[in-house]
């Protein structure tokens, strides 16, 4: 491949995932952001470097990039010899994913367990909706522990004896 065709690979693949995150009600521009900083070359970039890469204005990126340091998926660094800030995706930020998936499962279930324990002496047909959420939350909630647990073995290196051949 060309280094033309990968530069275009790299923006398609930017723009795909700047859809999925816009569509799961991230801003564009900070999916595009996020997007550009999995794929760069090096892993950080200033803001001049984002803008020039990605087409977009300084304000816009300047935007982007606290939003996305408020949601602890970025950080900014600085090196020596240097008075540029430089941005890149926060250490371990994918793993603190199945961590918020695990917190916010808990979080509602608990609710909703306080919902029906408060509830109890309402007739049974009101309860159903609030057994339906306490259902699928406690659900989410053992299977993303589950989630978590894996992906901490696998990058551990340890390997569960079912998946060992």
């Known amino acids: 491949m060309s280094d033309g065709e990968v530069e275009a690979e790299r923006?398609?693949?930017?723009?795909?995932?700047?859809?999925?995150?816009?569509?799961?009600?991230?801003?564009?521009?900070?999916?595009?952001?996020?997007g550009w900083?999995?794929?760069?070359?090096?892993?950080?970039?200033?803001?001049?470097?984002?803008?020039?890469?990605?087409?977009?204005?300084?304000?816009?990126?300047?935007?982007?990039v606290r939003l996305l340091q408020r949601a602890e998926a970025v950080e900014r660094v600085s090196f020596p010899g240097t008075r540029r800030h430089y941005y890149r995706l926060r250490p371990g930020m994918w793993r603190r994913e199945i961590d918020r998936r695990v917190h916010e499962a808990t979080a509602v279930r608990t609710m909703a367990e306080d919902g029906l324990n408060r509830l109890a002496s309402a007739p049974d047909q009101d309860l159903q909706r609030l057994r339906d959420l306490y259902d699928m939350y406690a659900f989410l909630e053992r299977e993303y522990l589950q989630i978590r647990d894996r992906w901490h073995d696998h990058e551990t290196g340890h390997t569960p004896k079912e998946h060992e051949e």
């Open 11 to 34: 923006h398609a693949f930017i723009e795909e995932l700047a859809q999925f995150f816009e569509d799961s009600g991230l801003p564009r521009m900070e999916g595009r952001v996020l």
């Open 37 to 64: 900083l999995v794929v760069c070359t090096p892993a950080h970039q200033s803001a001049e470097e984002i803008a020039t890469a990605l087409g977009a204005s300084r304000g816009a990126i300047s935007m982007a």
